[in-house]
């Protein structure tokens, strides 16, 4: 009876602490992403170039790949910004 114990909280005890393959380790929260926006929207206001463009269109598209709600308006903010050849 004590083996049969053991393998079950043996097996519990793999199941629960085995990795998932969707884990990542630098997952962000969707604050953390919002974030992310507005200091590349702000880099981007202040100086409108090819480069901060797409770096805040990047930030934009990350909170679009990700779970976080409202992604319908950041894809149309990305829309909007084009290739960036002509911030």
């Known amino acids: 009876m004590k083996k049969l ?3 079950v909280l ?3 005890l793999v ?3 085995s990795c998932n393959k969707d ?3 630098d997952a962000q929260t969707c604050e953390q992403r919002v ?3 507005q200091a590349e929207l702000l880099v981007y206001l202040d100086e409108a170039t090819t480069e901060n463009c ?4 990047a930030a934009l598209q990350a909170y679009v790949d990700s779970d976080c ?3 319908s308006t950041y894809q149309a903010l990305i829309d ?3 290739d960036c050849s002509n911030p």
Not at 54 to 57: A, E, H, L, S, V
């Open 5 to 7: 114990l053991f393998s």
């Open 10 to 12: 043996f097996m519990a």
């Open 15 to 17: 199941f629960t602490t």
């Open 23 to 25: 884990d990542d380790g």
């Open 35 to 37: 974030e992310r926006i």
């Open 54 to 57: 797409r770096n805040y269109k």
């Open 69 to 71: 709600p409202g992604q």
């Open 80 to 82: 909007g910004l084009g």
